[in-house]
Nanobody, 123 residues
Framework: QAQLVESGGGLVQAGGSLRLSCTAS????????MGWFRQAPGKEREFVAQ????????YYVDSVKGRFTISRDNAKNTVYLQMNSLKPEDPAVYYC????????????????WGQGTQVTVSS
């Protein structure tokens, strides 16, 4: 059974950095676009970043551009989200997800989801 497992979340001070990882098991996702989403309490899950199957293209929501970087290592079946200059508005549960194609920002376009990892930012 295909699984995505996120790790790397935690508590960090505002301005600090975290690196999230998402490792796949049960199947390879080397042909899939991958995305990161986040969901804060009381809010809808929102798109954060995506990367094409070979890492050649990336796209970010405006609020994280210049601060977050998505990358992937298909040999390790792992996707990363490097988060720098974390702000008080960034705390949420962060999810990784897999889609058939690149270019989607809607939750419904992603077929596989991880269980999420909590990111907390202290001011």
């Amino acid at each position: 059974q295909a699984q995505l497992v996120e790790s790397g979340g935690g508590l960090v001070q505002a301005g600090g950095s975290l690196r999230l990882s998402c490792t796949a098991s049960g199947r390879t996702f080397g042909d899939n676009a991958m995305g990161w989403f986040r969901q804060a309490p009381g809010k809808e899950r929102e798109f954060v970043a995506q990367i094409s199957y070979n890492g050649g293209r990336t796209y970010y929501v405006d609020s994280v551009k210049g601060r977050f970087t998505i990358s992937r290592d298909n040999a390790k079946n792992t996707v990363y989200l490097q988060m720098n200059s974390l702000k008080p508005e960034d705390p949420a549960v962060y999810y990784c997800a897999a889609a058939r194609n690149y270019g989607y920002t809607e939750v419904g376009r992603y077929d596989y989801w991880g269980q999420g990892t909590q990111v907390t930012v202290s001011s």
